[in-house]
């Protein structure tokens, strides 16, 4: 993150030499870049924007959500580019760890608690597509070292026990092992497919050095790997047997998780067919195969009385118990239908910590596998965010509601006071929500994929729709409610803007003068018969309820327009944001821009909102960060960075205080805006 000092110089204003347009422009040779293993990732404490809390567990990769050792209230997941350290009994007690540049794929944390690590995706920011690994500090949360090697993605990592070491493979078929002291490779091969599952099983001193036993699985294979040093060759080397199935093709699976028994004598494996397949490890031969459920074994656990509970792609939650070849169902139980992702034993040896493919991470009593729900996230892209648009009490708790859109059409509300999802809605077959906005404190108006309009209460209880308000979805809704005019306006890809009337959804006008679909709507904040509108083909028009007709029409020649926002102050300009990294300002009685203001990136700005006083204007886009511009000033006073995928969407809370993001990686992104507000 670029440091404050830097940040006055992003932003400088001139006058355009060859038309009436006041542009700023970027200072010096100053260029942001994502933070990454090659830029470090230093904190500017000093900046008056600061990230307060993220909410976005995607269940995305297996095993990103583990129960931090020694500590049963700790847990540690992946977030986008962020490893978060979370309190089960705190929702506002998380710490992140930054550094990474693109989504973490694995995780894995040493025995005593002491360690972390995480691995990425590769990178697209650099040439080639390193996917490092990082080692943290758990306590203070500083990052020790980085260790290259993978590429593609990071598929596994493990420490060894005694935590001198760390297994990792990537997509790229490579195995490395790392010495944890120093960060050097120990060892590494290229393997002839990737790893699936990797687990060091026992070590043990022969001679003056230790030996290792590991045990991974790649494709239809398992095998038993002994990490020792050559004295002879002054070397660390991974001689390897693999373990004997029974003739034929009928037991080909692929491997998704491996766990042993508590002498170490078996190895369990979970497969894509539903079955625990058990292993002898002395013998190196296949033993059993039981099938537990359906859409693949995805997690299994051993607890501390030999019992194994299991973790379904259809959400199963199973305990068996046996050994060798005799097994038994002792007890079940359902999830949330969806695929296990992460299951590990809590520090208090009676509880599972469960992550699923639906976002939501439980608390699981061991005994009688009864799930308690921590938190729940979005699985796709947040495409919108909105907070009630009416003015209610100040002792309202309602204040602290917000709604959010996804991609995969889910509607959800969330509580700023504990970041709890209160209500959830969710349409089958009515595609993504496009838009949302909240008219009144406890209902939400949603546009969506299908072309519908859909209104909802704070319970998630759909009240009314509209099924075919637009063709081609419906892209952008607004809605005004005062004692003289009740109505909202919704635009579609259709390019057609319609106006309705809020009490009964009667049509009262429409206009359809834009050639491309519509981007954004917003009602004028002076002049409520006054509604604004921006569409694909570059144009920013008025229309005057009142008058029934368009008054204002503003085209730009290059550029798309993506989002649009407004001053309350000065001459209350209409502000675009454009695929070029621009934002304009527009008089409703001047044909050009009247101020343009260019981000140094140039890349596309999705979204921009004025703050409540007008002071501010945040926005963000496809460089992943969320930015602050002082509008007397026009210069940058803020930069934040979380995200690890374009910003679609934020908002101010109403006291100004704070910033809400939400993105393509899904997360949501709570900032505390310290000059906001009053303090």
């Given at each position: 993150?670029?440091?404050?000092s830097h940040?006055?110089q992003?932003?400088?204003?001139?006058?355009?030499?060859?038309?009436?347009?006041?542009?700023?422009?970027?200072?010096?040779n100053?260029?942001?870049?994502p933070?990454s293993?090659?830029?470090?990732?230093?904190?500017?404490?000093?900046?008056?924007?600061?990230?307060?809390?993220?909410?976005?567990?995607?269940?995305?990769?297996?095993?990103?959500?583990?129960?931090?050792?020694?500590?049963?209230?700790?847990?540690?997941?992946?977030?986008?580019?962020?490893?978060?350290?979370?309190?089960?009994?705190?929702?506002?007690?998380?710490?992140?760890?930054?550094?990474?540049?693109m989504?973490?794929?694995?995780?894995?944390?040493?025995?005593?608690g002491?360690?972390?690590?995480s691995?990425?995706?590769?990178?697209?920011?650099?040439?080639?597509?390193?996917a490092?690994?990082?080692?943290?500090?758990?306590?203070?949360?500083?990052?020790?070292?980085?260790?290259?090697?993978?590429?593609e993605?990071?598929?596994?990592?493990?420490?060894?026990?005694d935590?001198?070491?760390?297994?990792?493979?990537?997509?790229?078929?490579?195995l490395?092992?790392?010495?944890v002291?120093?960060?050097?490779?120990?060892?590494g091969?290229?393997?002839?497919a990737?790893?699936?599952?990797l687990?060091?099983?026992?070590?043990k001193?022969?001679?003056?050095?230790?030996?290792?036993?590991?045990?991974?699985?790649?494709?239809?294979?398992?095998?038993?790997?002994?990490?020792?040093?050559?004295?002879?060759?002054?070397?660390?080397?991974l001689?390897?047997?693999?373990f004997?199935?029974?003739?034929?093709?009928?037991?080909?699976?692929?491997?998704?998780?491996?766990?042993?028994?508590?002498?170490?004598?078996?190895v369990?494996?979970?497969?894509?067919?539903?079955?625990?397949?058990?292993?002898?490890?002395?013998?190196v031969?296949?033993?059993?195969?039981?099938?537990?459920?359906?859409?693949?074994?995805?997690?299994?656990?051993?607890?501390?009385?030999?019992?194994?509970?299991?973790g379904?792609?259809?959400?199963?939650?199973?305990?068996?118990?046996?050994?060798?070849?005799?097994?038994q169902?002792v007890?079940?139980?359902?999830?949330?239908?969806?695929?296990?992702?992460?299951?590990?034993?809590?520090?208090?040896?009676?509880?599972?910590?469960?992550s699923?493919?639906?976002?939501?991470?439980?608390?699981?009593?061991?005994?009688?596998?009864?799930?308690?729900?921590?938190n729940?996230?979005?699985?796709?892209?947040?495409?919108?965010?909105?907070?009630p648009?009416v003015?209610?009490?100040?002792?309202?708790?309602?204040?602290?509601?917000?709604?959010?859109?996804?991609?995969?059409?889910?509607?959800?509300?969330?509580?700023?006071?504990?970041?709890?999802?209160?209500?959830?809605?969710?349409v089958?077959?009515?595609?993504?929500?496009?838009?949302?906005?909240?008219?009144?404190?406890?209902?939400?108006?949603?546009?969506?994929?299908d072309?519908?309009?859909r209104?909802?209460?704070?319970?998630?209880?759909?009240?009314?729709?509209?099924?075919t308000?637009?063709?081609?979805?419906?892209t952008?809704?607004?809605?005004?409610i005062?004692?003289?005019?009740?109505?909202?306006?919704?635009?579609?890809?259709?390019?057609?803007?319609?106006?309705?009337?809020?009490?009964?959804?009667?049509?009262?006008?429409?206009?359809?003068?834009?050639?491309?679909?519509?981007?954004?709507?917003?009602?004028?904040?002076?002049?409520?018969?006054?509604?604004?509108?921006?569409?694909?083909?570059?144009?920013?028009?008025?229309?005057?309820?009142?008058?029934?007709?368009?008054?204002?029409?503003?085209?730009?020649n290059?550029?798309?327009?993506?989002?649009?926002?407004?001053?309350t102050?000065?001459?209350?300009?209409v502000?675009?944001?454009?695929?070029?990294?621009?934002?304009?300002?527009?008089?409703?009685?001047?044909r050009?821009p009247?101020?343009?203001?260019?981000?140094?990136?140039?890349?596309?700005?999705?979204?921009?909102?004025?703050?409540?006083?007008?002071?501010?204007?945040?926005?963000?886009?496809?460089?992943?960060?969320?930015?602050?511009?002082?509008?007397?000033?026009?210069?940058?006073?803020?930069?934040?960075?979380?995200?690890?995928?374009?910003?679609?969407?934020?908002?101010?809370?109403?006291?100004?205080?704070?910033?809400?993001?939400g993105?393509?990686?899904?997360?949501?992104?709570?900032?505390?805006?310290?000059?906001?507000?009053?303090?």
């Amino acid at each position: 993150m670029t440091s404050r000092s830097h940040r006055d110089q992003l932003f400088t204003s001139r006058t355009a030499d060859q038309t009436n347009v006041q542009q700023s422009q970027p200072g010096g040779n100053l260029q942001l870049q994502p933070p990454s293993e090659f830029h470090g990732n230093a904190i500017n404490e000093n900046d008056p924007l600061q990230l307060e809390h993220m909410l976005g567990y995607a269940g995305e990769y297996r095993k990103t959500c583990i129960a931090l050792p020694g500590n049963e209230q700790l847990y540690v997941k992946s977030m986008g580019s962020l490893v978060a350290i979370e309190n089960i009994s705190d929702p506002h007690g998380q710490r992140f760890l930054r550094g990474h540049d693109m989504p973490i794929s694995a995780l894995a944390i040493s025995e005593s608690g002491r360690l972390i690590a995480s691995g990425q995706v590769g990178t697209k920011n650099h040439k080639g597509t390193a996917a490092p690994v990082f080692l943290w500090h758990t306590e203070t949360g500083s990052r020790i070292t980085v260790l290259r090697g993978l590429t593609e993605f990071v598929s596994m990592v493990a420490f060894s026990p005694d935590e001198r070491f760390l297994c990792g493979s990537g997509g790229d078929g490579l195995l490395y092992i790392w010495d944890v002291a120093t960060g050097e490779v120990a060892y590494g091969q290229h393997l002839s497919a990737p790893i699936s599952v990797l687990r060091w099983a026992d070590f043990k001193k022969v001679g003056h050095n230790m030996t290792y036993d590991i045990v991974f699985g790649m494709s239809s294979t398992l095998v038993q790997g002994y990490f020792t040093y050559d004295a002879f060759r002054m070397q660390w080397t991974l001689p390897t047997k693999t373990f004997a199935t029974p003739p034929g093709r009928t037991l080909v699976r692929a491997f998704h998780t491996i766990d042993f028994s508590l002498d170490r004598q078996f190895v369990y494996v979970g497969t894509s067919s539903g079955e625990m397949m058990v292993f002898r490890r002395d013998s190196v031969v296949f033993r059993a195969c039981i099938p537990v459920c359906t859409n693949g074994l995805q997690e299994l656990v051993t607890l501390p009385d030999d019992t194994i509970v299991c973790g379904g792609g259809d959400g199963s939650f199973t305990k068996l118990y046996g050994r060798d070849l005799t097994w038994q169902k002792v007890q079940d139980n359902r999830l949330d239908n969806t695929m296990v992702k992460s299951m590990s034993l809590v520090a208090n040896g009676r509880e599972l910590l469960v992550s699923c493919a639906s976002g939501a991470v439980y608390r699981c009593a061991i005994e009688n596998l009864q799930p308690t729900l921590l938190n729940v996230s979005n699985t796709s892209a947040v495409t919108c965010i909105a907070f009630p648009t009416v003015e209610y009490p100040s002792s309202s708790s309602s204040i602290y509601y917000f709604a959010t859109g996804t991609r995969s059409g889910e509607i959800r509300l969330w509580d700023l006071t504990d970041y709890a999802c209160v209500a959830a809605m969710k349409v089958p077959k009515a595609g993504g929500v496009l838009c949302l906005v909240m008219p009144e404190v406890d209902k939400v108006l949603s546009g969506w994929q299908d072309g519908s309009v859909r209104c909802s209460d704070t319970a998630g209880r759909q009240l009314w729709y509209l099924p075919t308000a637009h063709r081609d979805g419906t892209t952008a809704i607004a809605a005004h409610i005062d004692a003289s005019m009740q109505y909202f306006a919704t635009g579609g890809g259709d390019g057609a803007i319609r106006v309705w009337r809020y009490s009964n959804r009667e049509l009262i006008t429409q206009y359809t003068e834009h050639r491309h679909g519509v981007g954004k709507i917003l009602v004028d904040n002076m002049q409520p018969n006054i509604v604004h509108s921006i569409g694909g083909d570059a144009s920013v028009l008025s229309f005057d309820l009142k008058a029934g007709r368009r008054i204002v029409s503003h085209i730009v020649n290059t550029g798309a327009m993506h989002t649009m926002t407004q001053r309350t102050k000065r001459e209350y300009e209409v502000v675009t944001a454009d695929s070029m990294g621009r934002l304009l300002y527009w008089d409703i009685d001047v044909r050009d821009p009247v101020l343009a203001v260019q981000d140094p990136n140039r890349y596309s700005i999705r979204t921009c909102q004025m703050s409540p006083s007008g002071r501010y204007i945040a926005f963000a886009g496809d460089d992943e960060y969320v930015k602050v511009l002082d509008d007397e000033t026009n210069t940058i006073i803020s930069l934040g960075q979380s995200h690890s995928g374009p910003v679609l969407c934020l908002t101010w809370t109403p006291d100004e205080r704070q910033i809400i993001s939400g993105g393509e990686d899904t997360c949501l992104s709570v900032w505390n805006f310290f000059l906001g507000g009053e303090r």
